[in-house]
Every structure is written in C-alpha cells, then in structure tokens.
C-alpha cells in the first residue's frame, strides 16, 4: 500500500511540480499516474464457505479460485453483509448496511433501484479518481422508478449509479425478465415484439410451470412454477421478447466474453470491472462441456464452470500485461443452498460435499454460514500470500479502496481496511452486524451473538436452520466454529456486552 501510494503521491508531486512547463514532461508524469490500479471485483453466487477446495472442500476441484487464495490473501473470517443477494449487493457498492434501508431485501426483476442516484457508490468514487468502470453479470437491486417499460431505455440502473458501462441480468437466473440488458437497453430486442412482464398476473395464453409441466425440461420444487424459458420455470411472468432471450447454458460464456472484453478496450487506463457470475445459483444450467464433470450433479457442475471462468479471465488479465497491476476481491454474496426450489439433484448428488465447510446454517440463515463465505484479495507481486484471520466484511471495500486510491470518501458503514485486504496487517473490524431476511445477528471478536426471533427454527423447503429462536444465541466462534454450544446462560456477561453493542449500533 504504501510503496503503490507512494507512486501516486509522487505521480501527483510530479506533475504539479512540472507544471505546464513542457510537453514531454507532462506525458511522463502522466504515464505515472496511469499507474493506478485496476481493481476487479468476482463476485459468486450463493458459493459458500465450504464449496472451494482452498476453503477444505475434498470432494470438488476449483484449481482457479485456489489460485487466488493460495496467490492472495485468503481471509477465514470474510463476511458478506447478508444471507441474501440484493443486501449484499447493495451493501458491497455503496459500503452502507443494507437493514439501513428498508428496501434491500430479496427484489423481483420489475423492483425499482434501491439506490440513490446521488448515493457514494464504490464505481461513482472511482470514476472521481479517473476510473473507467463497469458491471458485468448479475445486478438484483432494481432498475428504473416504478413500471419499467422493458422496450425503452431502463433507468436509473447501474449507469446512473457510477458505472460507466453495464452489461447485466436484471435480477436472477430464475427471475424474469430472462433477457440481458446493455447500458440500460434489452440486448438483441426486435421492436416488433416487445416485452411485456409482471409478478403479479400471466399474461393470457403463455403456458407455465403450474400448468403446463410437460413442456418444463428442469421440475421446480417450489416456488418456480411461473414463465418458462428454454424448459425452465421461473418466478415471475414475461411474454414477448424472443430474440432477446438469452441461453442459459451460454450464460458463463456470454458473461465472459464481455468481461474479457472489457479488459481489453480499458487496459491502458486504470478500470474497475465487477464481474458478478450466477452460478452456482438456480436454476443451475452448465454448459454441455461441464454438465456430469463434478459428479455431484448441476451444482457441483457450475461450480467448475465458474471455476473455469475465473482461470480464462485470470488469463485475458495476463496476456494483456496488467496482471500485476490488478488487485483482484473474489467473494460471494451469500451462503450456500442445495434445494433452492427446483429437483436438479442437487441434493442427491451432493455426495461427501459440505457447501457450508463446518459452519452451521446456509443461505438465508443468521448462523455464520450464511454470510461467512470465501474471502481473497489478490494482487501478483504487491499482495504476499498468506491467511488472514482478520474480521473483514464486504462493506469494508468502499472506505478501504478509497483509501488504495488516494480519495477520501468513505462509506457510512465502511471501515478503512486497507492494510488487512493488503495482507499488511492482522487486524480487521471489531465488530460487525449481519443481517439474513431482515433479521440481524452481530459478531464482536470471536463471539457471535443472534437475538430471539419468532419464526421456524429451519426453512424445510431448503433443509436450513436459520437461526430463529426464543431465547438469545451466543457462541465463541474461537472454540466453536459450528455454533453447536449457546453460552448464552453460561456467559451472561458476554452476552449483555454484545446486546450492549449491538443495539447501539443498530439504533434499538
Ligand atoms: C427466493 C427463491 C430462490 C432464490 C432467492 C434469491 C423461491 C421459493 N425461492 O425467493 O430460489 O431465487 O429468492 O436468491 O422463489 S438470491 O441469491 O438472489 O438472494
Ligand atoms: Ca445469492
């Protein structure tokens, strides 16, 4: 950090020293200043802790992720800021938690943007450093204001939010509108068959998963059972838009392809590009050249296309010459699920695999599996490999890139980690609150601490424990990974320190 923010200062000192004096000297100071950074964000889907072989797993491969980890820092203390993606999501652009606002929960595709326009967004605060920026992959967290006509621009959405490019799925795999959507506009979209699309009510005469299961080529489990494209059901209800549909099986090609794309129209400025992958989140569509590879069934499959994915663009970073001007945050946005509501064997597949690692609950649960996920920054030459049991949360990106960049703006929540992401130093945030469907925990040191809250102790439709109980949770995560043992009678001292804490922090 600080030899790269020495060469900036200098950049800066240079170029203010040299004036206008003369052409040549200015074009030096500014092939310095180009030196800034290019920082990449790969962003999963529901990959949990436990899904990379880095992270212990035994029974899959991901020799591409490893690479970062065992490259980069590898951090066994990461956290996303929800169980669920649209929090996360929010929370990891603007640095803000996302129970601060009352919309950041799970969006349809028809949802408005949850944003503010004039929001501190990790891109708006690059692009106030000279960053081109753009977004390849999943957004979820809303587009337009309300009534979005999908055959016009679509606005606000990333573009107007800091990202000077945007190449994006609206809101999820199995979430209509199932087409993808270029700086606003529905890619590939024939003005003679516009797209029309809604949560609420089918459009007459389009066949659904509930009524029509025999032309679904993949049975949903629940929910799922709206519109179907390409054989798949999907939540919500879309009609019209044909040659605008994307493939789900070239999905992870098509998202590559623009993210290497990318990369190679911005090499010579320094870029930030958030390459936010679907998988493995449902419905879990490989490609032919990876379907049956895992033996663990689609979501073992996906996990190695994802895999392979991230070794091209690994690659693409290479070939171009800026690998080792590249730091790279690899995360995820939630914990895992096996049955997130379709039969694709999944679960009878899933073998020996623990997606959760040892830690207890999943996606959408407030015990550490739901948001404690894989965790790495890597940066060829600058970043020294090592582990890193440092309390770091995705929230932290915002406050610390500023920081790498030389900016001063922070996110409210957002805590300068700089030297923890830098493999500099140790130490990560104190404490920490999580949020799962709009219910929150808080971890403070090795202790984790989840309020009573009414409400199923496990979501059966998914087999995961969420967290819900009448009496207050405390674990020692030090000695307790799993959360198996609640200190909460044993320790009451801890316990009302955290509820102290926590409550200060959440306004109660
Ligand atoms: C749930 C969906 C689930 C998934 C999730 C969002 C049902 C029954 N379940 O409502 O399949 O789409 O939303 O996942 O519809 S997330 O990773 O984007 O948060
Ligand atoms: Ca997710």
């Given at each position: 950090?600080?030899?790269?923010?020495?060469?900036?200062?200098?950049?800066?000192?240079?170029?203010?020293?040299?004036?206008?004096?003369?052409?040549?000297e200015k074009v030096v100071a500014t092939d310095e200043t180009a030196k800034k950074p290019n920082i990449v964000f790969i962003y999963m889907d529901?990959?949990?802790?436990?899904?990379?072989?880095?992270?212990?797993?035994?029974?899959?491969?991901?020799?591409?992720?490893?690479?970062?980890?065992?490259?980069?820092?590898?951090?066994?203390?990461?956290?996303?800021?929800?169980?669920?993606?649209?929090?996360?999501?929010?929370?990891?652009?603007?640095?803000?938690?996302?129970?601060?606002?009352?919309?950041?929960?799970?969006?349809?595709?028809?949802?408005?943007?949850?944003?503010?326009?004039?929001?501190?967004?990790?891109?708006?605060?690059?692009?106030?450093?000279?960053?081109?920026?753009?977004?390849?992959?999943?957004?979820?967290?809303?587009?337009?204001?309300?009534?979005?006509?999908?055959?016009?621009?679509?606005?606000?959405?990333?573009?107007?939010?800091?990202?000077?490019?945007?190449?994006?799925?609206?809101?999820?795999?199995?979430?209509?509108?199932?087409?993808?959507?270029?700086?606003?506009?529905?890619?590939?979209?024939d003005p003679n068959d516009p797209i029309e699309v809604s949560y609420e009510k089918n459009f007459e005469g389009e066949p659904t998963g509930l009524d029509n299961p025999e032309l679904t080529t993949m049975k949903w489990h629940h929910g799922h059972n709206n519109s179907i494209v390409n054989g798949v059901p999907r939540i919500g209800f879309m009609k019209g838009g044909e040659s605008a549909k994307w493939s789900d099986v070239d999905m992870a090609d098509h998202f590559l392809a623009k993210a290497q794309q990318y990369v190679k129209e911005h090499k010579n400025k320094p870029f930030?590009?958030?390459?936010?992958?679907?998988?493995?989140?449902?419905?879990?569509?490989?490609?032919?050249?990876?379907?049956?590879?895992?033996?663990?069934?689609?979501?073992?499959?996906?996990?190695?296309?994802?895999?392979?994915?991230?070794?091209?663009?690994?690659?693409?970073?290479?070939?171009?010459?800026?690998?080792?001007?590249?730091?790279?945050?690899?995360?995820?946005?939630?914990?895992?699920?096996?049955?997130?509501?379709?039969?694709?064997d999944s679960e009878e597949k899933l073998g020996n695999h623990t997606p959760a690692g040892i830690l207890r609950g999943g996606k959408y649960s407030l015990f550490d599996a739901g948001t404690r996920v894989p965790f790495i920054t890597y940066w060829k030459g600058t970043i020294a490999p090592g582990k890193s049991d440092a309390l770091v949360c995705q929230l932290d990106l915002l406050t610390s890139m500023a920081a790498l960049v030389g900016s001063d703006k922070t996110g409210g929540d957002s805590e300068n980690l700089l030297d923890a992401f830098m493999g500099k130093s140790k130490d990560g945030r104190e404490e920490l609150v999580l949020e799962a469907t709009s219910r929150t925990a808080?971890?403070?040191?090795?202790?984790?601490?989840?309020?009573?809250?009414?409400?199923?102790?496990?979501?059966?439709?998914?087999?995961?424990?969420?967290?819900?109980?009448?009496?207050?949770?405390?674990?020692?995560?030090?000695?307790?990974?799993?959360?198996?043992?609640?200190?909460?009678?044993?320790?009451?001292?801890?316990?009302?320190?955290l509820i102290a804490d926590f409550e200060k922090i959440r306004g109660n």
């Open positions: 950090k600080i030899i790269k923010r020495n060469l900036f200062h200098t950049a800066i000192i240079v170029l203010l020293l040299v004036g206008c004096k003369s052409k040549e529901d990959l949990g802790y436990g899904d990379m072989s880095a992270y212990g797993a035994t029974e899959i491969s991901t020799p591409n992720m490893d690479a970062l980890a065992t490259g980069g820092v590898q951090f066994t203390n990461g956290y996303a800021s929800s169980a669920t993606c649209t929090p996360s999501r929010y929370a990891i652009l603007t640095g803000r938690y996302p129970w601060r606002n009352k919309d950041a929960k799970i969006l349809p595709g028809t949802a408005p943007l949850i944003i503010d326009t004039d929001q501190m967004t990790v891109p708006r605060m690059l692009q106030g450093e000279g960053y081109a920026t753009g977004i390849v992959g999943k957004w979820h967290l809303g587009l337009g204001s309300g009534n979005v006509n999908w055959n016009e621009r679509v606005s606000p959405g990333p573009n107007e939010v800091g990202f000077d490019y945007s190449y994006i799925l609206a809101a999820t795999q199995d979430r209509v509108p199932t087409v993808y959507i270029a700086d606003g506009h529905v890619d590939g979209l930030f590009l958030y390459y936010a992958l679907q998988q493995p989140h449902v419905p879990r569509t490989p490609h032919p050249r990876f379907a049956g590879k895992s033996g663990m069934g689609p979501r073992g499959d996906v996990i190695l296309e994802a895999d392979w994915m991230i070794g091209q663009f690994m690659k693409t970073l290479e070939d171009e010459g800026i690998l080792d001007n590249t730091l790279i945050v690899f995360s995820s946005d939630n914990g895992p699920v096996v049955n997130d509501g379709y039969y694709d808080f971890r403070k040191g090795n202790w984790a601490m989840i309020p009573p809250y009414k409400g199923p102790a496990i979501n059966k439709m998914v087999n995961i424990e969420l967290g819900n109980a009448e009496e207050y949770q405390l674990y020692n995560l030090e000695n307790d990974p799993s959360q198996k043992e609640n200190l909460a009678k044993s320790n009451p001292e801890k316990l009302q320190e």
